[in-house]
């Protein structure tokens, strides 16, 4: 039996926050992970960003090496296989995320924003809409929210790509290098479009390719 995705909440006042054991069972596995499939960030350059987080963008977590993106596929609308670990060379911001997720409402017009004004040959927000999510509830959820630039985005129907990254809890976003490893994650919602997270994507782009 497959465990859904489920929002982060904790069963009972006695157990570990859900949030802080997502993080600590990451971070676990972080230790495990290859990190020879994309190129890290130097120490110096590591340094700077996390400095450079600010406002929501302060519960964005830095990679120490980038983690290699597993090969699981997910959908487009019409049954077109897309894999994560194929890199264009673009910085890439992925985000886990479902219908019936009230977080994920708050937040998706700021990612629709960011993928606006960023999106392009060298940058892409990449929505990935996990476990069951009815085509039509999507567009009745796109409509109600205002999404034009994300309206496609992807399907994970049985969660496997969720659960091959530890994605533990909805929404979730990652950041992906221009060689497609994950060199940042934040749990939750976040103002992506706002002013905190355009100084990371400024300095981010602004890295040798």
Not at 80 to 94: A, F, M, N, P, Q
Not at 128 to 137: H, L, M, S, V, Y
Not at 195 to 208: E, G, M, R, S, T
Request: overall charge negative; glycine content about 10%.
């Amino acid at each position: 039996m497959r465990l859904p995705i489920r929002r982060f909440a904790a069963p009972s006042s006695r157990a570990v926050p859900a949030p802080l054991l997502a993080a600590l069972l990451y971070a676990a596995a972080l230790i495990g992970a290859n990190p020879a499939a994309a190129q890290s960030l130097t120490p110096d350059q590591r340094g700077e960003l996390e400095a450079l987080r600010a406002g929501e963008m302060r519960k964005l977590v830095v990679h120490p090496e980038p983690v290699p993106v597993p090969g699981d596929p997910v959908f487009d609308r019409d049954g077109g296989e897309h894999s994560l670990s194929e890199s264009d060379g673009k910085i890439r911001v992925v985000n886990f995320w479902a219908t019936w997720c009230a977080p994920c409402r708050e937040e998706f017009p700021a990612l629709d924003a960011l993928e606006k004004t960023r999106g392009g040959p060298d940058f892409q927000v990449i929505p990935i809409a996990t476990g069951r999510n009815d085509p039509a509830a999507i567009d009745r959820f796109n409509r109600e929210v205002g999404i034009t630039a994300l309206a496609d985005g992807y399907l994970d129907p049985k969660s496997k790509l969720a659960r091959g990254m530890d994605v533990m809890g909805l929404p979730v976003t990652l950041i992906l290098n221009r060689e497609g490893g994950e060199i940042a994650r934040l749990m939750g919602g976040a103002d992506w479009s706002g002013a905190d997270a355009k100084v990371i994507f400024d300095y981010l782009a602004a890295l040798p390719g």
